[in-house]
C-alpha cells in the first residue's frame, strides 16, 4: 500500500504542476479530463516505478496539442458591407 500511496501522491503534484503551467491557456476542467484520462490509459502498462514520469510526459504533450490546436483555429466574421 505505500508505494500505491507515493504513486497517488505523485500523480497529484504533477497536476498541481500542470495546473500552474497551462492554467491560463486550457479550462481547469480540460486540464482535469486530461489528468483522468492519462491515468487511465497508462494505469497497469507502465512499471509503478516509471508512472510518475510517463504521466506527466503523457499528460504535457497531451495539453500541449490541446494549446496549439486552439492556436491555429481562425474565425472569420463575415464582412456585413460585402453582402
Same mark, same amino acid.
Given at each position: 500500500?505505500?508505494?500505491? *500511496?507515493?504513486?497517488?501522491? !505523485?500523480?497529484? !503534484?504533477?497536476?498541481?504542476?500542470?495546473?500552474? !503551467?497551462?492554467?491560463? =491557456?486550457?479550462?481547469?476542467?480540460?486540464?482535469?479530463?486530461? =489528468?483522468?484520462?492519462?491515468?487511465?490509459?497508462?494505469?497497469?502498462?507502465?512499471?509503478?516505478?516509471?508512472?510518475?514520469?510517463?504521466?506527466?510526459?503523457?499528460? *504535457?504533450?497531451? =495539453?500541449?496539442?490541446?494549446?496549439?490546436?486552439?492556436?491555429?483555429?481562425?474565425?472569420?466574421?463575415?464582412?456585413? *458591407?460585402?453582402?
Amino acid at each position: 500500500m505505500t508505494a500505491q *500511496r507515493t504513486i497517488m501522491d !505523485e500523480i497529484g !503534484e504533477i497536476g498541481v504542476w500542470l495546473t500552474g !503551467e497551462f492554467g491560463g =491557456l486550457v479550462p481547469s476542467t480540460m486540464i482535469s479530463r486530461v =489528468l483522468n484520462a492519462s491515468k487511465r490509459d497508462l494505469e497497469g502498462r507502465i512499471d509503478p516505478e516509471e508512472l510518475g514520469e510517463m504521466f506527466y510526459t503523457l499528460c *504535457r504533450f497531451r =495539453l500541449q496539442r490541446i494549446v496549439a490546436a486552439d492556436q491555429r483555429i481562425i474565425v472569420k466574421i463575415p464582412d456585413a *458591407r460585402l453582402s
